[in-house]
């Protein structure tokens, strides 16, 4: 008897009883509640977009998709949390652009970003805004980038904190314009962008869902958008790059992570609802006029695009000269 062929049909056998056993897994997931961590504080760019989500999807599958802000240490606590997590579908991350940038400027994270988790979606593409507040005598970026070289360093910028989106989009503008302005940081971007609305903090990027309200309502002034192109939810403001910093460019990702071990099924089954409701109209147009533009890739290009926005941003860093923070 030919002992290749009989190993050679166990291992058939037992691939397709796992693959089997998987579909059966999947097919009955999720079977409680879904913990959704945002390592940010309420009302933030990934708070936003995972409230969006939440109700689509548990009249789909089921079950609640409950958020769980869990703030701290530039969201370092959060994604800790989340990284130990059981890999078994039932505990997810929002990710932030910020965790791209927080390998280059943090020593000794507790997590490696790319072991620790698995890719699922990459949920939505955001444009951070240029605001200042109404007393700053600034209408253009041409007339900020002026007011700040008369006076360097007199002009305090707030962002979501040290290694956040909207701290990376500043510095990187700082570094183009050739510019020095004082770093104010915060816990997350809507105390930052509500300090700068109350006078407190003269400018800063704002995330366009946190920013929009405050510009409408006339407490912030709208400079220009981070993105190559304007955005949808406010057309009329242009962006940095037209502006007079040709070739500036920065945008703010959101996007949904499990921990590593979490069965591919479950990934992909989670990815599949998850773009499904981004796809939905009406879904798909709140977003845009909140400044957010939806995208629900395969966990496949989501990795991807980490792996190169980590890559630009530590290029960034190094360039900027960048001090690094020690956790």
Do not use: C
């Amino acid at each position: 008897m030919d002992r290749t062929k009989i190993i050679g049909s166990g291992a058939i056998v037992g691939v397709v009883a796992l693959a089997l056993a998987g579909a059966a897994f999947a097919q009955g997931y999720p079977a409680k509640p879904i913990r959704v961590i945002d390592a940010y504080p309420p009302g933030g760019s990934t708070d936003i977009v995972a409230r969006f989500i939440s109700p689509r999807f548990q009249e789909a599958m089921g079950q609640p998709w409950i958020i769980d802000n869990r703030p701290g240490a530039q969201g370092i606590i959060g994604t800790e949390i989340a990284s130990k997590a059981a890999p078994d579908g039932y505990t997810l991350l929002m990710f932030t652009g910020s965790h791209a940038v927080h390998p280059s400027i943090y020593k000794n994270l507790p997590y490696d970003l790319l072991t620790a988790f698995v890719p699922v979606t990459w949920t939505t593409d955001t444009s951070s805004v240029l605001i200042v507040h109404p007393s700053v005598p600034a209408h253009t970026v041409k007339e900020l980038v002026a007011l700040a070289k008369a006076n360097p360093g007199r002009l305090k910028f707030s962002s979501g904190g040290p290694g956040s989106g909207t701290h990376i989009a500043m510095e990187l503008f700082k570094s183009m314009a050739g510019i020095k302005l004082t770093h104010i940081p915060y816990k997350g971007g809507a105390p930052a962008v509500l300090d700068v609305a109350a006078g407190h903090v003269d400018l800063g990027f704002g995330t366009m869902p946190i920013a929009a309200p405050h510009i409408r309502s006339g407490r912030l002034r709208a400079l220009a958008v981070s993105t190559a192109k304007r955005t949808v939810a406010m057309p009329e403001v242009p962006t940095v790059a037209e502006s007079g910093i040709p070739g500036y460019e920065a945008t703010n990702a959101t996007g949904v992570m499990a921990p590593a071990g979490t069965p591919r099924v479950i990934v992909d089954r989670l990815q599949q609802e998850i773009a499904r409701i981004l796809a939905l109209p009406d879904v798909r147009e709140r977003l845009l006029a909140l400044g957010t533009e939806p995208v629900g890739s395969t966990p496949a290009q989501f990795s991807d695009y980490i792996r190169s926005e980590t890559a630009k941003w530590a290029k960034v860093v190094k360039a900027t000269g960048m001090e690094l923070q020690t956790w």
